[in-house]
C-alpha cells in the first residue's frame, strides 16, 4: 500500500507561483514513478507532470512546459511541483498520483486526495 498526500494549494492571482508537495509513505517497491494531474470543474482529468524515480524520465503537458518543474526529494519521500506564470486556466484540483511504470501512471498505482489551485485574473 501507499499513500499520497498532497499540500501546497491555494489561490493566487495570474503571474503568479505555488509549490505543491506530495509526500509518500508505504510500500516504496511501487513508487516507481511519480506525477501530478489536474481536474477542472467540468473537464476530463489531465496529466500534467511526471518523473521516473531516478529522475531519468520526465514528462510535461504542453500547456505548462517552462512554467511548471517537477521534481522530487527521495530521502524524504516527497514529489514537488513547482508552478510559475499561473494562469486562470491553471485552476483545477492538483492530484499526485505514483505508479510501478510510467506507462501506467493515472491508469494504476495510488492517488492523493488532491489540493486545489485557484488562479485569478
Known amino acids: 500500500q501507499v499513500q499520497l498526500v498532497e499540500s501546497g494549494g491555494g489561490s493566487v492571482q495570474a503571474g503568479g507561483s505555488l509549490r505543491l508537495s506530495c509526500a509518500a509513505s508505504?510500500?516504496?517497491?511501487?513508487?516507481?514513478?511519480m506525477g501530478w494531474f489536474r481536474q477542472a470543474p467540468g473537464k476530463e482529468r489531465e496529466g500534467v507532470a511526471s518523473i521516473s524515480r531516478s529522475g531519468s524520465i520526465t514528462y510535461f503537458t504542453d500547456s505548462v512546459k517552462g512554467r511548471f518543474t517537477i521534481s522530487q526529494d527521495n530521502n524524504k519521500n516527497i514529489l514537488y511541483l513547482e508552478m510559475n506564470s499561473l494562469k486562470p486556466e491553471d485552476t483545477a484540483m492538483y492530484y499526485c498520483a505514483t505508479s510501478w511504470l510510467c506507462s501506467d501512471l493515472g491508469k494504476r498505482g495510488y492517488w492523493g486526495q488532491g489540493t486545489q489551485v485557484t488562479v485569478s485574473s
Open positions: 508505504g510500500d516504496t517497491f511501487s513508487r516507481n514513478c
